[in-house]
């Protein structure tokens, strides 16, 4: 259990008292080595430099692994090299309600379990709407009885009784015990309350920094959604506002040496019947597509399963509602192309975290039975 020995800063990086969930540095400029300190600037370096410092952290027992943030979702991280990579921004996608932010927010506590630390921009949700799904993703996967639910556990922090949270979770199976485990990790789970009118990239890379500074650890970033980025004076043409805003988190990526996954919109023509959604459906510039190292795309399988597959056996049709496909569109470590699938747990705010890899045709065009 993570030891809170930290302090919360507020939206100015000012200490204030810690509280779980905290509302809320870039890295010590390195110089320069050898010839190169007094005729380049601090972004240049040598590969002989580079070399060094590898073999440096090789010999003090750092490893690599401390490069990467395993998802947990099982299949998905051996796919895209491990998990999550330092420097590297990964894109997901989606129709609306189809569980990005569900995904998202699972990842974000399966890292914070392992004792690092994630911040959350979230543009979309208040922190306590993403504490009951915490809450309920924790409840849904202690109780086997399926009767652990997210109305429920909504239910009773939404209701009008007086007493404590755990008071008013009692009667919500494994709920205790899931607000238990929510509050082991939720000191180094930080969200920010973001908004389209003045949460930009610099706001975004300050509480990086003071994430990291409290933490001592770079963060895993989730940005809630990419298009609702401020830009300052940006262009009226969406195309150029959502260019500068991947880029900059690509950027940002790799100078705060953590990974950044950014949910995107669609363009609406994706979210019609009969399309299935691809990277060509992001919405507002081909810079995502090129920026990106992954891009992560979900769909419902039902809606994107050949025909055929339900013609000859009409149980599949309701089978496959209960399962989203996840294609890997790209992938800069390792396999494109890839499709994987995950149960929806949705009444408990999850996917079942074991994936498997997709064995029936998929087409383009969604299909509908007369």
Same mark, same amino acid.
């Given at each position: 259990?993570?030891?809170?020995?930290? *302090?919360?800063?507020?939206?100015?990086?000012?200490?204030?008292? &810690?509280?779980?969930?905290?509302? !809320?540095?870039?890295?010590?400029?390195?110089?320069?080595?050898?010839?190169?300190?007094?005729?380049?600037?601090?972004?240049?370096?040598?590969?002989?430099?580079?070399?060094?410092? &590898?073999?440096? *952290?090789?010999?003090?027992?750092?490893?690599?692994?401390?490069?990467?943030?395993?998802?947990?979702?099982?299949?998905?991280?051996?796919? !895209?090299?491990?998990?999550?990579?330092?420097?590297?921004? #990964?894109?997901?996608?989606?129709?609306?309600?189809?569980?990005?932010?569900?995904?998202? +927010?699972?990842?974000?506590?399966?890292?914070?379990?392992?004792?690092?630390?994630?911040?959350?921009? @979230?543009?979309?949700?208040?922190?306590?709407?993403?504490?009951?799904?915490?809450?309920?993703?924790?409840?849904?996967?202690?109780?086997?009885?399926?009767?652990?639910?997210?109305?429920?556990?909504?239910?009773?922090?939404?209701?009008?009784?007086?007493?404590?949270?755990?008071?008013?979770?009692?009667?919500?199976?494994?709920?205790?015990?899931?607000?238990?485990?929510?509050?082991?990790?939720?000191?180094?789970?930080?969200?920010?309350?973001?908004?389209?009118?003045?949460?930009?990239?610099?706001?975004?890379?300050?509480?990086?920094?003071?994430?990291?500074?409290? &933490?001592? @650890?770079?963060?895993?970033?989730? #940005?809630?959604?990419?298009?609702?980025?401020?830009?300052?004076?940006?262009?009226?043409?969406?195309?150029?506002?959502?260019?500068?805003?991947?880029?900059? +988190?690509?950027?940002?990526?790799?100078?705060? $040496?953590?990974?950044?996954?950014?949910?995107?919109?669609?363009?609406?023509?994706?979210?019609?019947?009969? &399309?299935?959604?691809?990277? *060509?459906?992001?919405?507002? @510039? @081909?810079?995502?597509?090129?920026?990106?190292? #992954? #891009?992560?795309?979900?769909?419902?399988?039902? /809606?994107?399963?050949?025909?055929?597959?339900?013609?000859? /056996?009409?149980?599949?049709?309701?089978?496959?509602?209960?399962? $989203?496909?996840?294609?890997?569109?790209?992938?800069?470590?390792?396999?494109?192309?890839?499709?994987?699938?995950?149960?929806?747990?949705?009444?408990?705010?999850?996917?079942?975290?074991?994936?498997?890899?997709?064995?029936?045709?998929?087409?383009?065009?969604?299909?509908? +039975?007369?």
């Amino acid at each position: 259990m993570p030891v809170d020995n930290r *302090r919360s800063l507020d939206s100015k990086g000012n200490s204030t008292a &810690t509280g779980w969930l905290g509302q !809320i540095g870039s890295s010590p400029t390195r110089e320069p080595q050898g010839w190169l300190h007094d005729l380049v600037d601090e972004n240049l370096d040598t590969i002989g430099a580079t070399l060094a410092r &590898t073999e440096e *952290r090789m010999r003090s027992g750092r490893h690599a692994a401390d490069r990467l943030w395993p998802t947990g979702f099982g299949d998905l991280d051996p796919i !895209i090299g491990g998990g999550l990579r330092s420097g590297g921004l #990964v894109l997901l996608a989606g129709p609306h309600g189809l569980g990005k932010t569900t995904f998202a +927010l699972q990842i974000c506590r399966n890292v914070v379990r392992t004792g690092r630390p994630v911040i959350y921009f @979230s543009y979309e949700h208040e922190a306590e709407d993403l504490i009951q799904k915490l809450v309920a993703m924790e409840a849904g996967e202690l109780d086997g009885s399926g009767r652990a639910r997210l109305t429920a556990v909504r239910e009773a922090f939404e209701g009008h009784d007086t007493g404590s949270i755990e008071e008013r979770l009692r009667a919500v199976p494994g709920a205790l015990k899931a607000l238990a485990n929510v509050r082991s990790y939720a000191e180094l789970l930080y969200v920010h309350r973001s908004t389209g009118s003045r949460t930009d990239l610099a706001a975004i890379r300050k509480q990086i920094e003071n994430v990291s500074g409290a &933490t001592g @650890s770079a963060p895993l970033v989730i #940005v809630d959604y990419l298009q609702k980025v401020l830009v300052p004076d940006g262009s009226a043409e969406e195309s150029e506002r959502t260019t500068t805003i991947v880029e900059g +988190l690509k950027d940002l990526s790799i100078d705060v $040496a953590a990974p950044v996954l950014a949910i995107v919109a669609a363009e609406k023509e994706a979210l019609q019947a009969g &399309t299935r959604m691809r990277t *060509r459906h992001l919405r507002g @510039s @081909s810079a995502l597509a090129y920026e990106a190292d #992954v #891009v992560l795309v979900l769909n419902n399988k039902v /809606d994107i399963v050949a025909r055929h597959h339900l013609m000859y /056996d009409l149980g599949n049709t309701e089978r496959f509602r209960e399962w $989203a496909i996840l294609s890997v569109e790209k992938n800069r470590f390792g396999r494109d192309g890839v499709e994987l699938e995950y149960k929806k747990r949705f009444e408990q705010g999850r996917f079942e975290p074991e994936g498997r890899t997709v064995t029936e045709q998929l087409i383009d065009d969604r299909v509908f +039975l007369e």
